[in-house]
Structures are given as C-alpha cells and as structure tokens.
C-alpha cells in the first residue's frame, strides 16, 4: 500500500490517501504541541514510539470487542487504517481531577474521581476546543441523535474500563484520556485517531511520576524517555 497524496496534516500525524478509497495511511509525527499550538516543540523518535503505544492499544481493545479503524501497522511510523468521516467531538474520560477539570471547578489536583466523568469537547482548534452538553451537540448537528450521544458516552467508559484496569497491572494511573471517533462508509461508529501519552495522562503509581504530554506542556523532563517507558510497560 502507497501513499498517494497528502488529505490531512494534524498537529502529530498526516493522513495520506491510498489506491484504496476505503483506506489511508496514517503516520506519526514527532512533533509537541501544548495550548492549541500555543507552544511547539520536537522530539526525534515520538512518532515511532506513539505509532507503537497506540498499536498495541488499539489491539488490545480490539480483542475486548471495541471496534477501530486501525487495519495493520505498516512500519514504525505509519499505520493502515479505514478512512471514516470523524465526529467532531472528542471524548474526554477523567478518573483523577487534573489539568482543565482543577481549573474549571476548583477540584484539588489529584483528586481520585467518586465515579469516571465523560465530558464532550469541540474539536475545533480556532475556538480552543470548547467544552459541551449534549444538547450543544444535538443543536451543532455533531450527531444524527442523542443516541449517538449515548453510544460515544458508552465507548468512552467501556474503553475507559479496559485500558484502567490493563494499565493497573502495570503500576500505572491512566488518569485521562481523549479519544476520538468516526464512522465508516457502512455507518459504524469506529474508535478512530490515536491513544498516546500524547492523549493519556499516565502518573506513575509508586512515585506519582507523570509520564505523558505534561512533561512538555509543564517543562518537566525528557518526553521520549517517559514515553520509552510507558511502551515497555505495555509490552511486558
């Protein structure tokens, strides 16, 4: 499978059709981002390393029932996957009080969460990604219905339910995560995009260690070395 032409560049991957019209190859970049672009950065080898992290999530979920766009992985940086049309909502699962959430509602950080909150943001970078209700949604026409709502709100928490108990087993806090979703050419909602530490905050459960994206955004240490870190523990 060839790329054949450039569809989408993003702020950590580029979308490349194929001679398929049902497929396209999407490779990972090294590049860092934090405030909507506010802040940028590189790292040499972040897109190899979040192209094999979200590979093996994705099959992970895969093997629990949850169905994703991902076909194969090509080469360390580029992955095969079902082209789909993206919702343009991105699903939020919070299970410790962090970042945005502190900020908004006054929760101490670190707080463990009495339940896992999903919350609805819109992927729109010009707006800075604003916060939504479902009824935003509906009036948005982000979705067909409010059983889309319902069926996003039921992947997030089923997703959710998987990776925090694999990630426990690995002395991981899977703290938050931002998913995303689109719908095929059959009309299957599909987990689409990527699960990363570029949409993960994973803290460390002995030491409380962030190993995630925070380490750029907060300037407090080496990226690629947290990264490193959480694929081996994956892979153990």
Known sequence: MEKQGLLYEGKAKRLYNT??????????????????????????????????????LFELLEKHGIKTHLVKTLDDNNQLVKKVDIIMIEVVVRNIATGSLTKRLGIKDGTVLPFSLVEFYYKEDALNDPILNDEHCIMMDLVKSESDLEELKRLGREINSILKKFFIERR???????????????GNILLADEISPD??????????????????RQDLGNVKVAYQEVLNRILK
Not at 41 to 47: M, T
Not at 172 to 186: C, M, P, R, W, Y
Not at 201 to 212: I, P
């Open 19 to 56: 001679e398929d019209a049902n497929l396209l190859i999407s490779e990972f970049k090294d590049d860092l981002t934090a405030g909507n672009a506010a802040k940028k950065g590189s790292e040499e080898g972040k897109g190899v390393l979040n192209c094999k992290i979200s590979t093996q």
């Open 199 to 216: 949409s993960c905050r994973f803290w460390d459960m002995d030491t409380n260690e962030k190993l995630d994206k925070d380490l750029f």
């Open 172 to 186: 991981l806090n899977l703290v938050d995560f931002k998913v995303e979703f689109g719908v095929d050419s059959e």
